[in-house]
């Protein structure tokens, strides 16, 4: 069975860190990505991360504050938030394809398997 399960949401102030986990099993993907969905908007890419070539792609709002990672050993994927503003409230999901693609690694159609969501809150 496939599956993406998330942990490491929750309540933060703003300015503080969290660090997102996607701990994945069931087959071997190529691409991984988090993204996001705020209450009454669309969701969106966030971060994305390439197995070929370790090859990291972040959405131009959380370059510079957000890192995506990859712990081979233990098939989990990482999405480390720093400096975490208010704007940044959502419910962040993990997104994973075992099929190599080209092109923008944002759509949100690329990927076959999502996790169920964790919950993000930063507080002014």
């Known amino acids: 069975q496939v599956q993406l399960v998330e942990s490491g949401g929750g309540l933060v102030q703003a300015g503080g860190s969290l660090r997102l986990s996607c701990a994945a099993s069931g087959r071997t993907f190529t691409t991984y990505a988090w993204f996001r969905q705020a209450p009454g908007k669309e969701r969106e890419y966030v971060a994305a991360f390439t197995l070929s070539g370790g090859i990291t792609y972040y959405q131009d709002s959380v370059k510079g504050r957000f890192t995506i990672s990859r712990d081979d050993a233990k098939n989990t994927v990482y999405l480390q938030m720093n400096s975490l503003q208010p704007e940044d409230t959502a419910v962040y999901y993990c997104?994973?394809?075992?099929?190599?693609?080209?092109?923008?690694?944002?759509?949100?159609?690329?990927?076959?398997?999502w996790g169920q969501g964790t919950q993000v809150t930063v507080s002014s």
């Open positions: 997104a994973a394809t075992p099929v190599y693609f080209t092109g923008y690694v944002g759509n949100p159609k690329r990927y076959d398997y």
